[in-house]
């Protein structure tokens, strides 16, 4: 672990001070799989080219959960150190920036358990609201700013499962609890977000 934050400190004084290999690489022709296996190598292009290529969507992912940059930051720091120690862990080179936005995730919901209160999403036996069912459906964006104004367990879950695509399997794994949890508290979060919903479009009805 101590070579990987080595080799992670280098990529970075590398992009402040090696601009004339930046640019290089940038007009290199390398795709996905000439970097992974660079990667599988141990190669320090490959390393920099990597985080070039995946940096911006591994910090929105982080940020889109923590809502925090310095947690984002330090959850993308810390998944792309991780990233590099268990490289031979991905199996198709095709899937590396789902497989690396796994890892971000896990990372960013370690660092935010590690830094304040996270609400722990209590395995229990309430009954689940009853859905209503809304005929205006939010586009992405509207749903992300709705998503943003839940208390922050239920905005986390619905971050993990309608922008983050993950299944309630591997948001139970991410977050301790059972799959069938994930489920009950996914049910519970979107009559919160359909609330917000509806609040939003009465408040644009009035503003129009």
Known sequence: MLMQRFALLSILLLKHCRKDLIRTLKQATYNQADIVRGLRKGQQWAQLAFYDLYFEPAYHAAYRISRNQMDAEDAVHEGFIKAFAKINTLKKE???ESWLKRIIINETLHTLKSSRLFIQLAEDEEEVPKEETENDL???KELNACINELPEGYRI??????????KHEEIGQALGIAASTSRSQLSRAKVHLQKVIRQNLKKYEREL
């Open 157 to 166: 879950i619905c971050q993990l499962f309608f922008i983050e695509e993950m």
């Open 138 to 140: 939010p586009t992405l």
């Open 94 to 96: 095709s899937a590396a």
